[in-house]
């Protein structure tokens, strides 16, 4: 068999497969009912879908969920949440359950500032290209990329600023154009990058013409590291009012809560855990509203490590009786462009948020994250995570196993007074059957 191919993208959807499944599968038959079974039978539906990527052969299906009573500087939510992983949605529900009727969660938008950046290498006098930028070339780049920012101005976007750095002390000849934006309720990946290459053309346009040295341009292009787009949400209430369904006290609770963050602050391996669990209430929304989750894993991890040590993201303390939880966290999301007018289930995420602003957005999609470290480490410290996650990994178990049912309806019964393991369903199934 060839499992290598030219011209692999000219071919027509039909012959991608009947490629694909003859060359790399044991039964291509089945291999192909199981493509095709994920297909829409909406033609126009499916051919959106198609056209989204390159290569398309089917689609992959996630879990689109929702968790309610979510109360927001005072208004209530319910969040949409794309995720396959089991628990997710139910802790972040159970979450705000709890800080409903405490008050629920307070937001605040610090800044969305978004950067991006041309990296080019100069061979000249330093001084000569600083003087050159500061005097001369500065405001040609602002003019001659208006025909990109007329639009944004609009809005009340468009370039905040563009600094020439130096970095010629970490990299021979190395210098930025470090250029911050604002894109309102747009992501801004587009409208960055355009305005960026428009500085590299001017830049190297001017510089041949009036500065001494090679000026060669290496590329143009937005950062996901933005550290000046930020969101805080947090909660609090009085120690008292963290009663809990164990046996272990309010105080207790508390003080437990405030030492795991705590460690969660000092030690990478347990931050890093600590970090995932938040972004697993992150992503999940920000997949649902047609947001690039790679690009947030990426800057908030990045964040996580800006004093040089990978920490905790969240912080808690009791003051004058008061528990308080809290996080500061990089956003750069939208909620016009990319997927949010092209995908029928983003449009209705963000319809169901009462059609968020980028600003109302980041927030949400904040107070998801901080909810679900909230539901992480109330589980850590008092019964365990196990106990909450196996169970709701049962179904998964028990669909692997094919249960019909009425098994189903047995053994979750079961279970609710028994410890879910692998094994332990098995058994049970296997118990059933006999």
């Not at 995720?83 to 938008?109: C, L, N, Y």
């Amino acid at each position: 068999m060839n499992k290598t191919i030219t011209g692999f993208s000219k071919l027509s959807k039909s012959e991608k497969i009947d490629w694909l499944v003859n060359n790399y599968f044991s039964d291509p038959q089945s291999a192909k009912i199981v493509i095709e079974q994920y297909w829409n039978s909406d033609k126009k539906l499916q051919q959106l879908h198609d056209e989204f990527i390159e290569n398309t052969i089917t689609n992959y299906y996630l879990p689109f969920g929702v968790a309610p009573n979510f109360l927001i500087n005072d208004k209530v939510y319910t969040i949409p949440m794309a995720i396959e992983e089991s628990s997710v949605v139910a802790a972040a529900s159970k979450a705000a359950k709890f800080w409903f009727d405490r008050g629920g969660f307070k937001t605040e938008v610090i800044s969305t500032e978004k950067i991006g950046q041309v990296h080019f290498t100069f061979d000249g006098n330093a001084e000569d290209l600083d003087i050159y930028f500061s005097h001369v070339i500065k405001q040609k780049f602002f003019d001659q990329s208006k025909h990109l920012t007329t639009n944004m101005e609009k809005r009340g976007g468009g370039i905040l600023e563009i600094e020439l750095r130096n970095k010629t002390d970490v990299l021979e000849n190395y210098y930025q154009l470090h250029a911050t934006f604002e894109t309102m309720d747009a992501m801004g990946a587009n409208f960055i990058n355009s305005c960026l290459e428009q500085f590299a053309k001017t830049l190297k346009q001017e510089a041949d013409k009036s500065l001494t040295g090679n000026l060669n341009i290496v590329m143009s292009i937005l950062s996901n590291y933005v550290p000046n787009c930020l969101v805080r949400a947090e909660v609090s209430c009085k120690v008292e009012q963290l009663t809990e369904d164990t046996n272990i006290s309010a105080q207790e609770f508390a003080e437990k809560f405030v030492q795991a963050v705590r460690i969660a602050e000092v030690e990478p391996y347990r931050a890093v855990t600590h970090n995932k669990g938040i972004m697993n209430g992150i992503d999940a929304v920000v997949l649902a509203t047609g947001n690039d989750f790679r690009a947030v894993e990426a800057g908030v991890h990045a964040y996580a490590s800006r004093d040089g040590k990978y920490s905790s993201l969240t912080h808690a303390k009791i003051e004058n009786n008061i528990f308080t939880f809290s996080m500061e966290i990089p956003l750069a999301l939208g909620t016009v462009g990319g997927l949010t007018k092209l995908h029928p289930l983003v449009k209705m995420a963000l319809e169901l948020l009462g059609e968020p602003s980028a600003k109302e957005l980041m927030e949400i999609v904040a107070v998801a994250g901080l909810a679900q470290n909230f539901g992480a480490l109330r589980s850590l410290t008092t019964t365990g995570i196990q106990e909450g996650h196996m169970k709701m990994h049962l179904m998964n178990i028990l669909n692997q196993f094919e249960a019909t049912p009425e098994e189903k309806v047995t053994l979750v019964e079961y279970f609710k007074t028994n410890t879910v393991t692998h094994s332990a369903v098995v058994s049970e199934i296997e118990k059933l059957r006999r």
